[in-house]
C-alpha cells in the first residue's frame, strides 16, 4: 500500500533519517516505535504529503482514503460544535455539500440549454461524489458513533472548544471511523486519555478492518493491536516483522551485534589514524601511509541507535524515614470556588508507609483534585487532611516540566533548586536522570517533552521526598523511558500514590487501586488486574446470586425456574423482536428509495427541479436512516442481552 525507497530527510547538516527503504502492505496493523525527535511523525507528513523528501520516493498504491489522528485538536472556530467537527473534518465532505446546494439553487435560474446541461452533469458528479464519501448517512454514522463513545445527545450542538483533551480524542476518533478510511495513521492516540478511555481505544483498533499504522510508547497498545514494528532511531527506519515482544529481544540482539561492529571499526579506525600519523612524513612509508587515508575516508561510520545515548537510569534516591502513616483523610470534601457542588465527600482514607496507589477514572471525576490533596497542594472544604510523622511530599504535577523558564539551561533548573549541594554531585544526580555534560548547557526550550519530564524528576529529587505523588508521569516519555521509570517506581522504597492513562505502567507499579467513579471513591487492595476482575465481576451480582442458590436445587426444580423465568421474558422478548423487524423493514425500504433516487441522479432523467426535489428528499431519508439504524441498534442490543440471559 505505502512504499518508502530510499528516502532521506534533513534539516540543516543533521539527517533525520538517510535511504530509508521499507514497505507497509495492505491490512497490515503496524507500530512505530523510536525516541522521542527520532522522526516518527516525520514518517506521517510524508504519507500524508505535508512533507517532500529530499531523496527518495514515497509511492502509495491506488488513492487509498487516508484517516489520520492528529494530537493537537482544535476547533476551525470558537463556537464550532461537536457535531459540526467531527462532519467537517471528513475530506472534501463539506466542499461536496456547499457544491450540491450551490447547483440547486443556480439550476433553476438557467435558460441557456448548455449551460443547463453542464450543470445538470456537475450536479450529478456531486451527488455521485457524496454517495461515495457515504454523505447520505455520515451524519447518522457520526452522531452513533458518538453515542457509542460516551456522548449524550444534547453534547452534539455543544461547542467543541469546550470538551476536554480526552473527550476532544473520543471525537477525533468518531469523524475517522466516520470516514471509512482504507488507512488509518494514529499519532499518540492515547496520550491525555484516561484509563477507561485506553481501553476502549485498544477494542476500537481491534475491530478496525483497514490497514493501521500506530505511534505509539504505550506498550499495551502495541502489543495488544500491532504485529510489524517499525524501528525509526539513529537515522535509519528498520522493518521488524514481529509485533512489540519479538521487536524488543530482536533489536538487543542487533544492537550487541552493532556495539560489537562498532568497537571492532574504532580499533581499525585508530590503527590506520596511527599509522597515518607515524609514517606520513617518511619517504619510504608515504605511499603505504597515503593508502591508509584513503581507507579511512571508505570507512562508513556505524551509527549508534539514540536510545542508548540517551536513555539514562532514574536512580530515585531511598526514601528518608517517615512514619507509619503517611496521610488521612477524614470526612473530606472538596467543592471548586466556583462550585457549590462538591466533587467527592464523606471521604475517609489512610495512605500508609510503601502504599504504591494508582489512582482510576474518567477524566473530569477528580482524580487530579484528590491527589493534590494527598500532596497537601490544595486543603479539604470540608473534614481534614492530617499528615504523619516526617512525611515529605514531592509533587509531579501535569504541567511541571512547562513551568521552567525557558531561556534557562538544564544546569541552571537543577542548580536553583540544589541548595548547597556541590557541584560534582549535581553534575551526578543529573548524570543519573541521562543528562550528560553537553546536555548541561542545553536550554529548557529545546529539550524535548520526555527530557522536560526527566528533569522535572530531578528538582524533585535533589531534596529526596519520601512521599511522591505523581500526575500522568509517563506522557511524553518514550518506551524505554517508561520502562525505565516503572522499574524505578516500582523499586522505590517510598510510598507512591500516581495518576496515569498508560495500563503497563500502573500494571507494573501499583499494588492499590483507588477509583474515582459517580459511585464514589473506592479503593481496592490488589493490582490493576485484581481491580478489573472486580469491576467487571460487579456487573451481574445478581447472576453470581442465583448461581449460589441454584446449588441447592433439584435439576427438576431448576429446569421449572428456568421454564418460568423464559416465560416471563416471553412478552419482552416478543416486543422487542417485532420493534427489530420494523426497524429492519422501514431501513431496507429507505435505503432501496434512496438507490432509485442515486440512480436517477446519476443517469441524467430528471430536470432541473426533479434534481433539486431528490437531493432535498436524500436528506431527509439520511436523517430518517439514522432514526431507524439508532432504534434498531438499541432494540437488537436489548433484546441481545435479554436472550443471553
Known sequence: MIEFRDVSVRYGPEALFENASFKINAGERVGVVGPNGSGKSTLFKLILGDLTPDTGDVLHEGSPRIGFVRQHLEPDTPDQTLLQYCLEGIPGFEQTERDIAHLEELLPTLTDPAEKERALKALGDAHTRFEQMGGYSLEARVKESLGGLGYDTEDFQKPFATFSGGWRMRAELSRVLASKPALLLLDEPSNYLDLPAVEWLQRFLKAFEGTLVLISHDRYLLRAITRITLEVDGGTVTRYNGPLDYYLEERELRYRQLLQAKANQDRKREQLERFVERFKAKASKASQAQSREKQLEKLEEIRLPARSRSAG???????????????????????????????????????????????????????????????????????????????????????????????????????????????????????????????????????????????????????????????????????????????????????????????????????????????????????????????????????????????????????????????????????????????????????????????????????????AAAGKRLKALEFDLGKHTLEWEEAALALEELTAE
Open 313 to 611: 537510569y532514574l536512580r530515585l534516591p531511598p526514601a528518608p524515614h517517615a512514619g507509619a502513616e503517611i496521610v488521612r483523610l477524614e470526612q473530606a470534601a472538596y467543592a471548586y470556588p466556583e462550585s457549590t457542588k462538591n466533587i467527592f465527600e464523606n471521604l475517609d482514607l489512610r495512605v500508609m508507609n510503601g502504599d504504591k496507589i494508582a489512582i482510576v477514572g474518567y477524566n473530569g471525576m477528580g482524580k487530579t483534585t484528590l491527589l493534590r490533596l494527598l500532596a497537601g497542594v490544595r486543603e479539604p472544604t470540608a473534614g481534614k487532611a492530617v499528615f504523619g510523622y516526617h512525611v515529605a511530599p514531592g509533587y509531579q504535577s501535569q504541567d511541571l516540566a512547562e513551568t521552567m523558564n525557558p531561556e534557562e539551561t538544564v544546569f541552571g533548573i537543577a542548580k536553583a533548586a540544589a541548595g548547597a549541594l556541590p557541584e560534582k554531585e549535581l553534575r551526578n544526580r543529573l548524570g543519573g536522570f541521562g543528562f550528560d555534560i553537553n546536555d548541561c548547557a542545553k536550554q529548557v526550550k529545546v529539550l524535548s517533552g520526555g527530557e522536560k519530564i526527566r528533569l522535572a524528576f530531578v528538582r524533585i529529587f535533589l531534596n529526596p521526598p519520601n512521599f511522591l505523588l505523581l500526575d500522568e508521569p509517563t506522557t511524553h516519555l518514550d518506551l524505554e523511558g517508561r520502562e525505565t521509570l516503572q522499574k524505578a517506581v516500582r523499586e522505590y522504597n517510598g510510598t507512591v500514590v500516581l495518576v496515569s492513562h498508560d495500563v503497563e505502567f500502573v500494571r507494573g507499579t501499583a499494588t492499590n487501586i483507588l477509583e474515582v467513579s459517580r459511585r464514589g471513591i473506592r479503593r481496592f487492595p490488589g493490582g490493576y488486574d485484581y481491580y478489573l476482575e472486580k469491576v467487571a465481576g460487579e456487573a451481574q451480582p445478581e447472576t453470581a446470586v442465583a448461581e449460589v442458590a441454584e446449588v441447592k436445587l433439584t435439576s427438576k426444580d431448576l429446569r421449572r425456574q428456568r421454564a418460568q423465568e423464559r416465560a416471563a421474558r416471553a412478552p419482552e422478548v416478543k416486543r422487542l423482536k417485532r420493534k427489530v423487524a420494523e426497524a429492519e423493514a422501514a431501513i431496507a425500504a429507505l435505503e432501496a428509495e434512496q438507490a432509485e433516487l442515486l440512480e436517477k441522479l446519476g443517469d441524467g432523467s430528471l430536470d432541473a427541479q426533479g434534481m
